[in-house]
């Protein structure tokens, strides 16, 4: 079966970025938009430096993250490996632009021109509306394909059947064709020379393929070292534009979700466990209907919302969807009738609905503080630990107020309980950070991340434990409000922590280079990765 693919030389290419002119000119991109790209990538000092130009773009990858992710089924992959975007059918929510760990998806809210208010003669050919508030990516100029194979020619052989990118490179560092034949012009490449993916620790099978050396010269690499993955260089010189960057499709309003929707399963769980009032339950479904509206306000086309529902066999941002559908149905049944089964079923459905952020967030491989392991746990307990801390508020300051008790479970069952969450919440941050420090992130994650005021480190959370057990020792509303002090700190410190993870800790993949090509009479060596440490 066919795959279209591209092999780049990069001893070959010159940083030229032609090919980035065609593409523009070919598509018609908004200013800053760019499908085709060209990195300069530099490592050494003087006088041992080494100098490399990478081209970029969608990688079509045969697993790709942004398809399984995409709640729409907007995004797809055709039968010959290219990955393509229904315009109609996506809904903005930029799921796959975090979920893409080569920068190649981005959204345009506003159209723009180059050069202000004129409009240029290839603008006003390409101009296609329906690319605003959705997402866009490089699509190896599919029409030229098309229109192609249509017409008996071969595309990467003949030209007018061949993406424009490929078409205008000056250096012939640029070739398409079917990776899947052993006779194409790209298998003869890939079989005669060394070459590399980006990222293949991600495991994604991109379809740009990189040769970095010539066969005479495989293997001699001199006195430069070209065994192992890339060096991690935390502070590279000179390459802006290749370090990570911080993803700003997911701001406050996707934080909120994550915030409020969290503390809203925790407390629909901590009310079922705890043989809640129907109160509890309805201020639950009101935290998780405040966080999905914020949502909605976020998404670019948000009246296709219902597309949404589409994609339940991968796409978490779906099974959350459907999940918050029987979440409010049996929580509404709970509000109005309290029934033992419909306050079960919502402590069920709310567990589901929190597991489902977590997942959300593990999902997306482009951001390397949100695909760790240890995300998954640490977002649920973190839910959990909210919820928890929320009833225990309001259950304090019932007492507080000489009020009825919104829960069977005496107060001081909920500061216990509270107290192991919180402790059980400090270890999948422990667990989580050690993880985050032995795979190596951005540099600036680190930063976010250690340097962020209110954290879930053992010292914040002594704070909250010491307050707990101020409530369990001391009666009255003494006790009543250090329940409620913990139990403010234990959940400000969750939501401080969800903020910091989705809007300033949230770096991308950025670019790597896994090894640096001949070049001329010079000799291959191991590659770098900008921006990035291990601590």
């Given at each position: 079966m066919t795959r279209w693919g591209i092999v780049a030389d990069l001893n070959r290419c010159v940083g030229c970025q032609t090919c980035t002119a065609a593409c523009k000119h070919a598509n018609a991109t908004a200013p800053g938009v760019q499908w085709r790209k060209v990195l300069d990538i530099e490592a050494?000092?003087?006088?041992?430096?080494?100098?490399?130009?990478?081209?970029?773009?969608?990688?079509?990858?045969?697993?790709?993250?942004?398809?399984?992710?995409?709640?729409t089924t907007a995004t797809r992959k055709r039968e010959d490996g290219l990955v393509t975007i229904d315009y109609d059918k996506c809904i903005g929510c930029g799921?796959?632009?975090?979920?893409?760990?080569?920068?190649?998806?981005?959204?345009?809210?506003?159209?723009?021109?180059?050069?202000?208010?004129?409009?240029?003669?290839?603008?006003?050919?390409?101009?296609?509306?329906?690319?605003?508030?959705?997402?866009?990516?490089?699509?190896?100029?599919?029409?030229?394909?098309?229109?192609?194979?249509?017409?008996?020619?071969?595309?990467?052989?003949?030209?007018?059947?061949?993406?424009?990118?490929?078409?205008?490179?000056?250096?012939?560092?640029?070739?398409?064709?079917?990776?899947?034949?052993?006779?194409?012009?790209v298998s003869h490449l890939l079989a005669e020379n060394e070459s590399f993916t980006m990222h293949p620790e991600l495991g994604t099978g991109p379809g740009i393929h990189y040769l970095y050396d010539r066969d005479d010269n495989a293997g001699s690499a001199g006195d430069a070292p070209i065994d192992g993955p890339p060096e991690m260089v935390a502070e590279p010189v000179g390459m802006g534009g290749v370090v990570p960057k911080l993803q700003n499709v997911w701001d406050w309003r996707a934080a909120t979700n994550f915030i409020l929707g969290g503390t809203g399963s925790?407390?629909?769980?901590?009310?079922?466990?705890?043989?809640?009032?129907?109160?509890?339950?309805?201020?639950?479904?009101?935290?998780?209907?405040?966080?999905?509206?914020?949502?909605?306000l976020e998404i670019g086309r948000p009246w296709r919302f219902l597309n949404v529902f589409r994609h339940p066999q991968r796409s978490w941002m779906t099974r959350e969807a459907l999940a918050a559908m029987p979440l409010f149905a049996c929580g509404g049944l709970t509000v109005l009738t309290g029934h033992p089964a419909a306050v079960a079923l919502t402590g069920v459905f709310g567990m589901i609905f929190l597991y489902s952020q977590?997942?959300?967030?593990?999902?997306?491989?482009?951001?390397?503080?949100?695909?760790?392991?240890?995300?998954?746990?640490?977002?649920?307990?973190?839910?959990?630990?909210?919820?928890?801390?929320?009833?225990?508020?309001?259950?304090?300051?019932?007492?507080?107020?000489?009020?009825?008790?919104?829960?069977?479970?005496?107060?001081?069952?909920?500061?216990?309980?509270?107290?192991?969450?919180?402790?059980?919440?400090?270890?999948?941050?422990?667990?989580?950070?050690?993880?985050?420090?032995?795979?190596?992130?951005?540099?600036?994650?680190?930063?976010?991340?250690?340097?962020?005021?209110?954290?879930?480190?053992?010292?914040?959370?002594?704070?909250?434990?010491?307050?707990?057990?101020?409530?369990?020792?001391?009666?009255?509303?003494?006790?009543?409000?250090?329940?409620?002090?913990?139990?403010?700190?234990?959940?400000?410190?969750?939501?401080?922590?969800?903020?910091?993870?989705?809007?300033?800790?949230?770096?991308?993949?950025g670019y790597a280079l896994e090894r640096f090509p001949a070049r001329g009479a010079g000799k291959p060596a191991r590659g770098v990765k900008p921006g990035w440490s291990l601590s």
């Open positions: 050494g000092e003087f006088p041992d430096v080494r100098r490399s130009f990478v081209p970029v773009g969608c990688m079509h990858c045969d697993d790709a993250p942004c398809m399984d992710v995409c709640p799921y796959c632009i975090v979920a893409c760990p080569y920068g190649a998806r981005s959204k345009v809210t506003e159209p723009a021109r180059a050069f202000g208010g004129k409009q240029m003669r290839h603008e006003a050919l390409r101009e296609d509306p329906a690319r605003l508030n959705v997402a866009q990516k490089c699509t190896f100029c599919i029409d030229r394909i098309d229109g192609g194979l249509a017409r008996g020619e071969v595309p990467g052989l003949d030209s007018e059947a061949t993406p424009a990118c490929v078409n205008s490179c000056i250096a012939s560092a640029l070739h398409f064709g079917d990776l899947n034949d052993p006779d194409s012009n925790g407390l629909a769980v901590a009310g079922a466990v705890a043989g809640a009032l129907p109160l509890v339950f309805a201020a639950a479904l009101m935290h998780i209907a405040l966080g999905l509206f914020a949502v909605w977590a997942r959300i967030l593990n999902a997306a491989k482009g951001i390397p503080a949100w695909r760790q392991k240890g995300t998954i746990g640490l977002i649920a307990v973190t839910g959990l630990t909210e919820g928890t801390a929320a009833l225990t508020a309001l259950a304090g300051l019932a007492m507080m107020g000489g009020l009825v008790d919104v829960t069977q479970v005496p107060l001081s069952g909920l500061c216990g309980g509270l107290a192991v969450l919180v402790a059980v919440r400090h270890a999948a941050w422990r667990s989580y950070r050690r993880g985050l420090g032995e795979t190596g992130a951005p540099v600036e994650t680190f930063k976010a991340l250690d340097g962020a005021a209110l954290r879930l480190t053992a010292g914040h959370q002594m704070v909250v434990v010491a307050l707990l057990l101020g409530a369990l020792i001391l009666p009255g509303a003494t006790g009543a409000a250090l329940a409620v002090a913990g139990a403010a700190v234990a959940l400000a410190s969750g939501w401080a922590f969800k903020g910091v993870l989705i809007t300033r800790a949230a770096f991308d993949q």
